[in-house]
């Protein structure tokens, strides 16, 4: 009887309601924000897809990234190949020399920069073994035939050297050596008003006038540099090569250097190689970057060094070789 009676005892006790086991995952558990369904922003994921995009660095050597062309040039190089013996040195470069514009070639040393540069007035014919192939043409000429006389190109294309390289002459017969020998000038006075006028272009006449017949090496190492241009400039060229025309001088110097520069380009056409990449991006208007004897990217100097698209130019640029 006692069983019986705890039995109907445990029937009537009401039994506890006990809550369900709910999962993390239970839309009881998810706040209203979470469960409403949120509208893609198209605009905000296509811009994402477009940096991502543009991010993407191409890592091909095949083929010059950029164009290679200037809608007015003054040279056009295309397929140019230099070897050294059994060096290849540079690599199908195909080039624009725009006119009236700076134009920087850039990269590590033993790039091909120089190698290319000494090409557009023949420089490297005075090496025994180099060889060149390719075609470039100065306001439609090639100069690569062989019946180019080199000595009225090289009036055309005159060159700046990384040294500063006076003539053992006065500074006057510096000048004036050029436009003698290539017949410029019909007498005395033409001359000497020549020798003015390029001393002017140089900036340098001020502080050279009443010393004309000074040995151009006596002067400072800008000086000389800008006599240089100076010399250069006397026989009218259409196009000035300058190779690292400032790696040996003082930053005050090469302030007047780089200012001298900008008012040449606005009467020639100027190539530039330098290693100083803060110099390329004050002077010039494109930029050419050359790694291991290939042009990698061409185009407006602020393109190439702000908005580098070849993984190799952005690698030298931010400085993790070079």
Request: charged letters at 25%.
């Amino acid at each position: 009887m006692n069983n019986s009676n705890e039995v109907a005892t445990a029937a009537k006790t009401p039994v506890a309601d006990t809550p369900p086991v709910q999962s993390s995952e239970s839309p009881m558990n998810m706040t209203a924000d979470a469960i409403a369904v949120k509208p893609v922003d198209v605009k905000a994921a296509e811009l994402d897809n477009s940096q991502a995009a543009n991010t993407a660095k191409t890592t091909n050597t095949d083929a010059t990234v950029g164009e290679i062309r200037s809608p007015n040039p003054s040279m056009v190089c295309r397929d140019i190949n230099v070897w050294y013996s059994d060096n290849h040195a540079i690599k199908n470069v195909s080039l624009d020399i725009g006119r009236n514009e700076v134009i920087s070639m850039i990269g590590p040393s033993g790039c091909g920069k120089s190698t290319f540069l000494r090409c557009l007035n023949r420089m490297n014919d005075t090496i025994p073994t180099a060889r060149v192939e390719g075609s470039i043409k100065l306001d439609g000429e090639e100069i690569q035939d062989r019946g180019i006389d080199v000595v009225p190109l090289r009036a055309r294309v005159g060159m700046v050297f990384q040294k500063p390289n006076p003539f053992p002459k006065s500074i006057y017969e510096n000048i004036a050596y050029g436009p003698r020998i290539h017949g410029l000038t019909n007498n005395r006075a033409e001359l000497d008003e020549l020798v003015e006028t390029s001393l002017q272009r140089a900036g340098l006449w001020k502080e050279v006038k009443d010393r004309l017949e000074a040995p151009g090496t006596s002067l400072s190492g800008g000086q000389q540099q800008r006599l240089c241009i100076a010399r250069a400039i006397s026989v009218s060229p259409e196009v000035i090569l300058m190779d690292e025309p400032c790696s040996a001088l003082d930053p005050i110097a090469t302030a007047a250097i780089e200012q001298l520069i900008d008012e040449l380009r606005q009467q020639y056409t100027i190539a530039i190689v330098t290693h100083s990449m803060q110099q390329a991006a004050r002077v010039s208007q494109r930029t050419a970057y050359f790694h291991l004897g290939d042009l990698i990217e061409v185009g407006s100097t602020d393109d190439v060094f702000n908005r580098p698209r070849h993984k190799l130019t952005e690698d030298y640029i931010t400085g993790r070789f070079g």
